[in-house]
């Protein structure tokens, strides 16, 4: 138990761990996100239960994995039907106010904010329809993703570089009028929508990099990729088959880079006006609700879970917590729900005691051999994807393909997949009992393909989803969607 505090909480899109200056990143300028590491714990191993927006996101907010609640992709989500924390905390008397992107179903739905300003939920609560039809193997391949990258990288303006600005604005403007001393504690979800792409980027940041310090991905080339039959099934929906020409690459991590900077400058913004506000007893967290490939393995985006994809930068700053510090405990978003109750000093309510995640004030007396459980059902598969990493090891359980196997401190890129190697069959099979002890692979697999395909059948069936075409990316508040055609 920790005593109770104000809390900020920021969430980026698309930010993965490597790509901040506090996490070894010596090209990257992320000042304000260092500065919050130098003033509190760094977590090196977090990792999102999701690697994809609205399942993430959904499991932020309920502390629950998708097979627990069943909000499995970006069509079926979070629709306040499970309890949130936020829900915890409002009930418990707490302001609990949301500003921007949240990618649930509804602002009409109860979600468990005391308020949700200009709230970023999915398209007309559908979302992205074309993955429902993974379940059958009919999703169409993804074209729009292929030229977001290539031809949208670089700078320019963006509907999301303008929702960041009005989400750093109305989180001033609400600090601003919630300074003075209140007789329960807030919380503050201050929710940005870069670095997600397009990357577009404003020339000022833009000229802060040049385009041959640009690091290249670890692992792209056509000779060193993974072969894995799911990976190349996940290539070809995202069209990034051939997506290995050095100077594109540079040019999109370029871009990339920039936009974090934009991102991280807009929580600079709002840390600043925290100071002058002398609003210095806040804990402050900062996550992201997934990575980002950025041409590794072949791939942009996420919805895989190779770390670049599933591990995403966790940052907790403020009272209780000693300045400058850093784990390396197994930590997951999952840990967030009972962390931000502790962090308003509540207590866990007995509906949630079956809750896997645990305060992140007590990661120092996180066992060694610590699970750590992730999930994904949605664009790009053909059957469920499962990960029980455990101390070195990490386990990527398919559903209908071979498992992989890899040794992290010796393979953080994971390119040697020991699960084809005997002398590994014992680790192999210890961490598949582990997992099967937490749910059940083909059991859950085919539930989450029952829903799926009921999903699809009420928007009705493969044509009307395929003739509807495909969105991009989900437009901010009051901005028109792009949708592409499938052809
Ligand atoms: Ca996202």
């Known amino acids: 138990m920790v005593r109770a505090a104000n809390t900020v909480i920021f969430v980026s899109d698309n930010h993965a761990q490597s790509a901040a200056g506090c996490y070894g990143n010596s090209v990257i300028q992320t000042p304000a996100l260092d500065s919050l590491a130098a003033r509190g714990m760094r977590f090196d191993n977090a990792y999102c239960a999701s690697p994809l927006c609205c399942p993430s996101r959904a499991a932020l907010a309920t502390g629950r994995f998708p097979h627990e609640t069943g909000f499995v992709d970006n069509a079926i989500v979070y629709d306040g039907s ?125 000229q802060l990099y040049t385009l041959s310090e640009m690091p290249l991905p670890q692992v792209f080339s056509a000779a060193v990729r993974s072969q894995h039959p799911a990976i190349t099934h996940l290539r070809k929906i995202m069209d990034t088959s051939v997506m290995d020409d050095e100077d594109t690459l540079r040019r999109i991590t370029k871009a990339y880079y920039g936009l974090i900077t934009h991102m991280d400058r807009q929580i600079g913004e709002v840390l600043g006006e925290m100071e002058a506000l002398e609003l210095l007893d806040c804990r402050i967290i900062y996550t992201s ?78 066992e060694r051999d610590r699970k750590l459980f992730a999930e994904y059902h949605a664009t790009g598969t053909t059957g469920g994807v499962f990960v029980l990493r455990q101390d070195r090891y990490k386990l990527i359980y398919h559903v209908g393909h071979p498992n992989e196997l890899y040794d992290l401190q010796a393979d953080p890129f994971e390119t040697v997949n020991l699960a084809e190697q005997q002398k590994h069959s014992a680790t192999l099979d210890h961490l598949i009992t582990v997992l099967k002890g937490l749910c059940n692979p083909e059991d859950h697999d085919r539930a989450v393909k029952q829903a799926q395909g009921k999903k699809a059948a009420e928007y009705g069936g493969r044509d009307a989803i395929v003739g509807s075409g495909t969105l991009v990316y989900t437009p901010p508040p009051g901005i028109k969607a792009e949708i592409t055609k499938i052809v």
């Open 82 to 206: 499970v309890a949130s924390w936020m829900h915890r905390a409002r009930a418990a008397g707490c302001k609990v106010v949301s500003v921007g992107k949240l990618h649930f179903r509804s602002a009409a739905d109860d979600n468990g904010f005391s308020q949700e300003q200009i709230p970023m939920h999915i398209l007309d609560g559908r979302g992205g329809t074309t993955m429902l039809l993974r379940a059958t193997g009919e999703e169409p391949t993804n074209i729009g993703q292929w030229e977001l990258y290539t031809q949208h990288s670089g700078v320019g303006a963006s509907s999301y570089q303008q929702y960041d600005r009005d989400i750093t604005h109305n989180a001033i403007t609400w600090l601003r009028a919630n300074a003075q001393p209140q007789a329960k504690p807030w919380v503050l979800f201050v929710s940005y929508a870069s670095p997600h792409p397009p990357f577009r980027v404003p020339p000022h940041i833009d």
């Open 289 to 366: 609700d997934h990575g980002e490939m950025l041409g590794n393995q072949g791939l942009f985006g996420k919805s895989c879970v190779f770390e670049g994809a599933l591990k995403v930068p966790l940052i907790l700053s403020g009272p209780d917590i000693v300045p400058g510090t850093s784990s390396d405990a197994l930590v997951s978003h999952v840990d967030l729900f009972p962390t931000l109750l502790d962090s308003l000093n509540l207590t866990v309510q007995p509906g949630d005691a079956d809750l896997q995640g645990r305060s992140l004030f007590n990661v120092s007396s996180f």
